[in-house]
């Protein structure tokens, strides 16, 4: 048996070991092995890295602007480098498939390069006194914008790299300085990413990557001094407590979703049915903007539902290395709490029309008919391969079925009607509602946000540079 790797946190540009003494392991989700253990830091050791930050931040935006963007596009290169020695921890990690961890690295890459050329070309604004009732020709502002100065960049387990520099990459070209904390699954595949950012020379102290529990320091750093902002993808629960202490302090959170499909009696069911899978299956439902239930005009129920049954039927479940869509889920407290869903909503007398099938953490995909709103798969998000359809009359009841939700991250209308389908995506409380397409993140430089208990703030390219930087103004009297 190969020993065990102890990943170290890194802080001062340096790969250091805790003196608290405490480790994590790491537990593969599909083979139950130990693939390493992290840091379980300290308070103390949380304070040195914030601290650090504070001295080193401004050094930092006092840089060259093209000095930091030569910076940031060699880190993009490197990782195209170490590309599949990154994916073959994503997917030993958190479970993703050989393909989707490589693509999700060289994404990452893409949003590197994409993010230093949006910067560069943000310009400063300018305003005239003049152009106000009873102001002055005598007065010009300049707008500008600077960096916050420490960021808090929390990232999630299901895209350990992409959503991790998606906070990262935004705070340093714009001039702040960032302590990293990941989710503690994620956290290996997080070390590999600061390994890639540590070959290409940037100066030490701007960028700390801090482990441990969120239990054991998740408050104590969010809640630090020493902190000027946080973006945060994760659980609403953890969102909400986060917001409850965000007083003065600026914060992007990225939540959950409870995403409605609606399809109308005019849409054309085949491309629906593809659409719908993918958009409810991939990556096992892993994702905050899957596909979480079907909401179906009456007329067409029996059709798409014989065609989703059998889609899911031929839908590949395996191990990640073979590339299949359906993979075991992160850990076995997941893949207790979609089994409890599956086996709550059949108990409730929803028809099971394909799955309820075990193995371990796999849960086999599942689809259900005949949901109706008492039932719990109606409203909690699974986080799993399980997928409800609810029959609908109207779309003024698919509407209300939509927004009765906690949840308001993203939607899919399906109509052939395109005015139909503006008419009921403007209707529905959602951040964004996707026409005749599945729900998904991206194009990376579009503005990415929810609504509820789905988010606060806007992610985004540009959006996230603007959230990372307050506006200045430079009043010039002539």
Known sequence: MSEITNYKYYVGGKFIQSTSGNLIEIICPYDQSIIGRVQAISKEEADVAIAATKAAQKDWADTDLFKRADLLNKWADQLEIDAEEIAQMIMREVGKTWNDAVKEVTRTAEFIRYTVQEFIHTNDAAMSGANYPGGSKNKFAIIKRIPL????????????VNLSVAKLAPALIAGNAVVFKPATQGAISAVKLIESFDKVGFP?????????????IGDYVSEHDGIDMISFTGGATTGRHLSSFSTMKPMVLELGGKDPAIVCEDADIDKTVAEIMSGAFSYSGQRCTAIKRVLVHATVADELSEKLKTAVEKLSVGMPIDNPIIVPLINEGAADYVQGLITDTIAAGAELLVGNKREDNLIYPTLFDHVTTDMRLAWEEPFGPVLPIIRVASDAEAIEIANASEY???ASVFSQNFSRAVAIAEKIEAGSVQINGRTERGPDHFPFLGVKNSGMGVHGISRTIESMTREKLLIINV
Not at 149 to 160: D, E, H, K, M, W
Not at 204 to 216: E, F, M, P, R, V
């Open 149 to 160: 100065g420490t960021v808090l960049a929390i990232s999630p387990f299901n895209y350990p």
């Open 204 to 216: 030490a102290d701007i960028l700390q990557l801090i482990t441990g529990k969120g239990s054991d």
């Open 408 to 410: 308001g991250l993203q």
